[in-house]
């Protein structure tokens, strides 16, 4: 399989958060997505019961109940569900 590099070179896809793992993730996030019943404008995590504002909000979130990581540090392999965290890592390794 090719990598594909991101964040300057400093982490890669992970090949295995193949497009099915994605359209199975979207499926079971759809499904956690509750609309608070004592606030309509909240919208909560099933999985932790965190409290969002808005619907992308809860989508991020739902990223870290993810089990396979979709971006791989290429310094130690460490995964991340979000290119901002990869980011903010990579400078451990970077000062």
Known sequence: LPLEFINGGHGVKNPLATEAN???RE??????????????T???CRICSKNFSLQRLLNRHMKCHSDVKRYLCTFCGKGFNDTFDLKRHTRTHTG
């Not at 499926?27 to 309509?40: F, I, T, Y």
């Open 22 to 24: 994605a359209r199975q």
């Open 27 to 40: 499926e079971e996030k759809n499904k956690q997505v509750l609309v608070s019943e004592d606030d309509p």
């Open 42 to 44: 909240k919208f909560v």
